[in-house]
């Protein structure tokens, strides 16, 4: 899975939209973008984590933190300077085991002193379909005198809150491509970020995101929509999708008829 691509077709809000552009003066083509802007912005809530709300800031930065931790074995000063003075003598079958001979530490596992190597290590263990870490099998090899070789960053306590710190930052990274996609929809709103928490907004990068948008049959309009995060597609069902632009196009044609009745009441003297 890769990024998602999401054709939104206003064929049948195409009628309502003529009628609303004849009372109001204002091009369809608008009415559109601002439709593909509330597209947008549904999408973005509808993605993992689901909602707006602080509860998924959450959950998302748990995700995270738990990632970044199956790939760590954070250690004390004192068994930082153990790790070095057992396993510096190169000899990749020695390893540290648990009561129950689960490996603890081991010779392959590597020693992490900054966090951009951290970092590195990070990126390089994560799924370029899911964005989650693979795990570094923690759990060890229970079979005495014999070591597989482990994915693990043996780091310090320290270096190991400040990552995830500054990782867990990056929760919503997907809902943010949707954010940088209603951006650039041409709405003429005040705020095309409205409805968007602030924790979603600052990871927006414009690159992140495409729309384009076409003439379709009739008095039909289409819009394709491009969250370019790698995993955007796994974060987003079909299911999902599907509803954020329903609802999107619900709200919409809510727009347009409570706008229509507005101006014929001002048009017969009764507003």
């Known amino acids: 899975m890769a990024q998602r691509v999401i054709t939104v077709d206003f064929e049948k809000l195409s009628k309502k939209m003529n009628q609303y552009s004849l009372l109001v003066g204002k091009e369809v083509t608008q009415i559109v973008y601002n439709s ?38 954070p250690l004390n000063g004192y068994w930082l300077k153990q790790f ?36 590195d290590m990070h990126q390089k263990l994560r799924s370029k379909s899911t964005g989650r ?13 014999r070591s597989k070789a482990r994915n ?10 400040k990552y995830i710190k500054n990782t867990a930052k990056k929760s919503g990274t997907v809902k943010a491509g949707w954010a940088s996609a209603a951006k650039l929809c ?12 602030a924790w979603v907004t600052r ?17 039909g309009f289409k819009v394709i929509l491009t969250n370019k995060i790698k995993y955007a597609s796994s974060v987003l069902s079909k ?9 999107a196009k619900k709200k919409m044609l809510g727009f347009l008829n409570a706008a229509i009745r507005g101006t014929k009441l ?3 003297g009764l507003r």
Do not use: H
């Open 36 to 73: 593909s802007r509330l597209c947008c912005v549904e999408l973005a809530r509808f993605t993992q984590p689901y909602g707006f709300e602080q509860t998924a800031r959450k959950k998302g930065e748990g995700a995270i933190r738990n990632d970044v931790r199956s790939i760590a074995k």
């Open 84 to 119: 070095q003075d057992l396993f510096g003598s190169g000899d990749n079958s020695r390893s540290l085991r648990r009561k129950d001979g689960s490996v603890w530490l081991s010779q392959t596992d590597k020693l992490i002193k900054t966090e951009s190597a951290l970092y």
């Open 133 to 145: 870490t693979s795990r570094a099998g923690l759990s060890g090899d229970r079979v005495i005198g």
């Open 152 to 161: 693990v960053a043996v780091v310090s306590e320290k270096l190991l809150a």
């Open 186 to 197: 041409k709405a003429d709103v005040r705020v095309p970020l409205r409805g968007i928490p």
């Open 203 to 219: 990871n927006m990068l414009s690159q992140n995101a495409s729309v384009d948008s076409s003439k379709a049959s009739g008095l």
């Open 239 to 247: 299911g999902n999708q599907q509803i954020a632009v329903n609802v």
């Open 266 to 268: 001002k048009e017969a």
